[in-house]
């Protein structure tokens, strides 16, 4: 339409369609909007989850880790108690 044969009318019916639009993308963005936060919810109990799980393979890794420390260490200190009695009663039973 040329700019000299616009009524009033063509005008407001213009500006009712502007507003459905407005009005529906609106809408779009507000339900947009609860989606997003339903899925920031969900990743955040999924990183929660990873956070325990990784948690609790650093107290796996940590008690594999002092285990491997430890049992030698043990094993070496028991074996020189076990030897120590022993080699006194060797001695003592071969000095008459």
Do not use: C, N, W
Not at 38 to 59: C, G, N, P, Y
Not at 70 to 77: K, S
Not at 85 to 96: D, F, L, M
């Amino acid at each position: 339409m040329p700019p000299e044969d616009v009524s009033h009318r063509d005008i407001y019916v213009r500006l009712a369609e502007l507003g459905a639009k407005i009005d529906s993308i609106l809408a779009l963005m507000a339900e947009r909007k609860e989606e997003v936060a339903r899925i920031t919810k969900d990743l955040d109990a999924l990183f929660s989850r990873q956070r325990t799980l990784e948690t609790r393979m650093a107290q796996v890794v940590i008690v594999g880790a002092l285990a491997a420390v430890l049992i030698p260490v043990l094993g070496q200190a028991l074996e020189f108690k076990l030897l120590v009695p022993t080699a006194i009663e060797q001695r003592q039973g071969a000095k008459p």
